[in-house]
């Protein structure tokens, strides 16, 4: 993966649009354990429920989930707030729900980047309906230059500046996933999701 090259599919060579590396994988590592070691400290003596916001945060769930010394448990939940562009529609609906009640729980919300905090103002308000014992946020990634809703995470792993990021989970309409670090993405001006 030299120069954040990787080949996504045969057609295109979408690798011309991965810009800078902005946090390695060595670093994305370090700090999965860290917030790993941190929320045990904090959740000592009970159970946290990790849920895990689909499919942008399935590898930083995966791995803080193996970060955490105590006895855990896990669900998803899907929401869906981009389509296949780069830009917020600014609606969120559900497209798949818990598995499992969460009610008298101790939730840990794990998304991969509070933004404009819409998706996560609307996941907190429907998560605390279903009255868990407590609720917060865990985020991968905060960007709080394009925050319109102030929403706290209790745990952020970067900040990051104003700028469209994929790999480690973040995607650009499916592609990227599944790169080791975070980079930039500079797609050419007019560029559609299908290039």
């Not at 562009?85 to 600014?90: D, M, P, Y």
Request: aromatic share 6%.
């Amino acid at each position: 993966m030299k120069g954040g090259c990787v080949t996504v599919d045969g057609k295109h060579n979408t690798n011309q649009w991965l810009g800078p590396v902005l946090i390695d994988a060595d670093a994305i590592r370090r700090r999965v354990q860290e917030l790993g070691a941190q929320i045990t400290a904090d959740y000592l003596g009970k159970a946290p429920h990790l849920i895990g916001v689909l499919k942008g945060a399935t590898i930083f769930h995966a791995d803080l989930v193996r970060a955490i010394d105590l006895a855990v448990s896990v669900d998803f939940i899907a929401v869906a707030s981009y389509g296949s562009g780069i830009k917020t529609s600014g609606e969120v609906r559900i497209l798949k729900d818990l598995d499992e009640s969460v009610e008298g729980k101790d939730v840990l919300l794990v998304e991969d980047i509070l933004d404009t905090g819409l998706t996560l103002h609307y996941l907190l308000e429907n998560l605390q309906s279903r009255n868990p014992r407590s609720l917060r946020i865990v985020s991968l990634l905060s960007k709080p230059s394009r925050r319109l809703i102030e929403v706290r995470a209790e745990y952020v792993g970067f900040e990051v500046p104003d700028k469209f990021v994929v790999g480690y989970g973040l995607d650009f309409d499916q592609r990227y996933r599944n790169l080791p670090y975070i980079c930039e993405l500079n797609l050419p001006h007019g560029a559609t999701a299908d290039p």
